[in-house]
Nanobody, 124 residues
Framework: VQLQASGGGLVQAGGSLRLSCTAS????????MGWFRQAPGKEREVVAA????????HYSDSVKGRFTISGDNANNPVYLEMNSLKPDDTAVYYC??????????????????WGSGTQVTVSS
């Protein structure tokens, strides 16, 4: 199974982008999907994650209130709606899929599949 992330680009501060993550094949037993980002010189950061059974979402403090993760289930596209973007949001964004609970994924563990990454650049 491959995950394809798309929707990145160049946007001015205050703008919006919508990232999409699509699986190449049906994903069995995937319970959590999420978005991570990696900026040059910074540690990888979990941005948002969502599980369906139970239905839970998690956001990092840096994006809470600005980003929204959505998707019906792991076998349909998962989206990351990003609003009020800031230059600090500049990074490569990766989608991930996991058979582990959300509590494990948000700590950076349990990743079964990684997407290819999509660049988000926010200009000031």
């Amino acid at each position: 199974v491959q995950l394809q992330a798309s929707g990145g680009g160049l946007v001015q501060a205050g703008g919006s982008l919508r990232l999409s993550c699509t699986a190449s094949a049906r994903t069995y037993r995937i319970s959590t999907m999420g978005w991570f980002r990696q900026a040059p010189g910074k540690e990888r950061e979990v941005v948002a994650a969502r599980s369906w059974r139970p239905s839970l979402t998690h956001y990092s403090d840096s994006v809470k209130g600005r980003f929204t993760i959505s998707g019906d289930n792991a076998n349909n596209p998962v989206y990351l709606e990003m609003n009020s973007l800031k230059p600090d949001d500049t990074a490569v964004y990766y989608c991930v899929a996991s058979r582990s609970p959300l509590s494990v994924v948000v700590k950076g563990g349990g990743m079964n599949y990684w997407g290819s990454g999509t660049q988000v650049t926010v200009s000031s």
